[in-house]
């Protein structure tokens, strides 16, 4: 079936260090979904991060980057330079758009602690 | 970026009761969903809602649930009667063009 498997956290890191968060899908009921990492900060909602749909594009915000790699089935999610602001939950998705019709599936989420 | 509120953000219920979740989508988007993610689980989709009607569900979407927008006021998920597997997070999202989702905060539902 339709899955998402990202890294397990929690994920601790050193202010100003690099970050790689895994995220790797299976995808059988179409061949190239649009991928997408979310975030959810403390004490607030989910909130969109970045998103790619075509398949060797790469996606990026707030100092965050992940490239839609259809050869591998994976959208890692990457940082030069972390901060302790960026300490929160991200949460790795496929979705599919079909018509009038799309669902996201989502991955467990990985904790990320930034340690000052 | 936009803005979608739900109501309650908690909610205790007894088992069989009804209880209606809500949520106010932005106001321009015309796609509305209901995820639900138990404790320790991932987030999953519950049902997708288009120019008035259910568009796809999923398997956890039971004959109990129901979801509605009159007249274009909340988005609503009702349970009834609602059950000790009930209880969960329920995520109201809503997409302009059935794309892009954004999210509510989440309404947290206790079921005894």
């Known amino acids: 079936g339709d899955s998402v498997t990202q890294t397990e956290g929690p994920v601790t890191v050193s202010e100003s260090e690099s970050l790689i968060i895994n995220c790797t899908y299976s995808a059988t009921s179409i061949a190239y979904p649009n991928l997408f990492w979310y975030v959810r900060y403390p004490g607030e909602g989910l909130q969109l991060l970045l998103k790619?749909?075509?398949?060797?594009q790469k996606g990026s915000s707030r100092g965050f980057e992940a490239t839609y790699n259809k050869e591998t089935t994976s959208f890692h999610l990457q940082k030069a330079s972390v901060q302790e602001s960026d300490s929160a939950v991200y949460y790795c998705?496929?979705?599919?758009?079909?018509?009038?019709?799309?669902?996201?599936?989502f991955g467990l989420g990985t904790t990320l602690q930034v340690q000052p | 970026g936009p803005k979608v509120l739900q109501i309650p953000s908690h909610q205790i219920i007894d088992m069989g009761q009804m209880v209606t979740l809500n949520c106010d989508p932005v106001?321009?988007?015309?796609?509305f969903y209901w995820y639900k993610q138990i404790l320790g689980q991932q987030m999953e989709f519950l049902v997708n809602f288009y120019n008035g009607k259910v568009m796809e569900k999923s398997k956890l979407f039971k004959d109990q649930f129901s979801v509605e927008r009159p007249d274009g006021s909340y988005f609503t998920l009702k349970i009834q009667p609602t059950a000790l597997e009930d209880s969960a997070v329920y995520f109201c999202?809503?997409?302009?063009?059935?794309?892009?989702?954004?999210f509510g905060p989440g309404t947290r539902l206790l079921v005894l």
């Open positions: 790619v749909i075509t398949a060797g």
């Open positions: 998705a496929l979705a599919f758009i079909t018509g009038n019709t799309g669902k996201l599936i």
């Open positions: 999202a809503s997409s302009f063009l059935g794309d892009t989702q954004y």
């Open positions: 106001s321009n988007h015309l796609y």
